[in-house]
Each structure stands twice: as C-alpha cells, then as structure tokens.
C-alpha cells in the first residue's frame, strides 16, 4: 500500500513518462510495411524496458507502469488489427496479432533472464 | 500528445490502484486491470476512429494516440505471461488462453463501437 507522498509521487511520474512514453510510441508509430512494424516494436521495446526493471530489482511504478505502459499500447495494434481484416489481408492481421503476442512476451523474457 | 498519454497513463495507474483495493492477489490485479483498460481503450479508440467523433486531427491525437494509448498496455500483458512466470508454469495454457482472448476480444471491442457510431452519425445525416 502506497503513503499520501508517495501516491502523488507516483501518479506524477506515471504522468511525465507515460506522456513521454506516448509521444515516442506516436513517432515509432509512423513505420508501417507487411504489418505495422511501428506498433509492434513499440510494444516489444516497452516489454524490454519493463523485464529489464523487474530484473534489476527496481519494479518502479514510474518505468514500468509509465514509461513502459505509455510507450506500449492494446489500443492502437486492436485498430490496426481491424484496419488489416476490413481491407481483406486477414493472414496479416493473424500474423500481427500473434507478433504482438510473442514478440512483446520474448521480449520481456529475454530481459528477466539476461539483462 | 503528451498531455493525452499522460492522462491516459495516469487513469490506467488509477484502475490498477482501485483494484488493488479491491485486495486480490498481485497476478488477478495485474489480469483483471490489464483486462479492464485494454477492452475499455480499443472500444474508446473505436469511438474516437468513428465518423461520430470531432473532425479535428487534434483531438483524434490527443485521445486517440495520446489518451486510449497512454491507457492501453502490452507490456503489462507481457509481464503477466512471461515476467511472472504463468505463461510457462503448469497452468501456464490458462493465463495464454485469457490473454489470446483478450486480443480477440479487444479487435471485436474496436469493431463494435467504430461500427455503432459511424452508423449513428449516417442516421443523423
């Protein structure tokens, strides 16, 4: 259970680096070929950057929840995912979606068991 | 951008608060929070995609990008399955099984609520 100063503590980094977080995820956002590559390696990175904090013993409500959490996003690789099946390509968005599964999962993998 | 993803950011630090209140294990906070945001986030983002929603590229950045993304995680997915060990343990298949039906779920949230109010909107007109 959080105190009073470290409540607003953590809601104020959770604030700063998820906006920093997002910002970043909008311009990585922009590359987009076969699948969205953009939105996928936002995610993996996120999941790095959260498994590298567990794994160093400094599970930071700021890193992992903000940053890693702003940079990451459910929302956005749902729409792509839609945006792919709509247009005809469903092995793409199969194959996205099982990218955005794995990847972002191996990712965090490779963090807690070698960073 | 940025104000949108750290509001975003700050409301999903906020459901995981409520509902570490609600004083259930670490792993059923983390699945039942990571759950709530991500469906409520891509049926939002569905809405700000929809022909309902303000013109302005703007606001669709602000709570699109910045907010519904600031709220929705994967890495939190990932620390689920993989940080915390579910994804390989023996009930390991149960935890892949809810997060691949997240995944559809959230596809199917986007859908339902960009198609309801894209046809709400060509009602109105």
Do not use: C
């Not at chain 1, 604030?15 to 987009?32: E, I, K, M, Y």
């Not at chain 2, 991500?38 to 929603?53: E, I």
Request: charged letters at 10%; zero cysteines.
């Amino acid at each position: 259970m959080l105190t009073g100063f470290e409540l607003v503590a953590g809601v104020l980094a959770v604030g700063v680096l998820g906006g920093v977080g997002s910002v970043v995820r909008h311009f990585v956002g922009t590359w987009s070929g076969f699948l969205p590559w953009g939105i996928l390696a936002a995610n993996s990175i996120a999941s790095l950057l959260a498994g590298a904090s567990v794994a160093n013993g400094f599970y930071e409500i700021a890193l992992v929840i903000g940053l890693a959490g702003g940079l990451s996003t459910f929302s956005t690789f749902a729409a792509q995912s839609y945006e792919l099946i709509s247009s005809g390509h469903r092995a793409r968005a199969v194959l996205n979606s099982v990218a955005n599964l794995l990847i972002p999962a191996g990712s965090l993998l490779i963090a807690v068991n070698i960073l | 951008m940025f104000l949108g993803g750290a509001l975003g950011s700050i409301a999903r630090f906020s459901i995981f608060l409520g509902v570490e209140q609600a004083g259930v294990t670490a792993v059923a906070i983390e699945l039942v929070a990571t759950s709530i945001v991500n469906l409520a986030g891509a049926g939002f983002l569905g809405f700000v995609h929809s022909k309902s929603f303000k013109e302005s590229e703007k606001a669709k950045a602000f709570w699109g990008s910045g907010f519904a993304g600031g709220f929705t995680t994967i890495s939190g997915l990932a620390l689920i399955t993989a940080g915390s060990g579910l994804g390989l343990s023996e009930l390991g298949y149960l935890y892949w099984l809810m997060v691949i039906l997240q995944f559809a779920l959230g596809i199917l949230a986007y859908w339902f609520i960009n198609s309801r109010f894209d046809r709400a909107k060509e009602s109105v007109n």
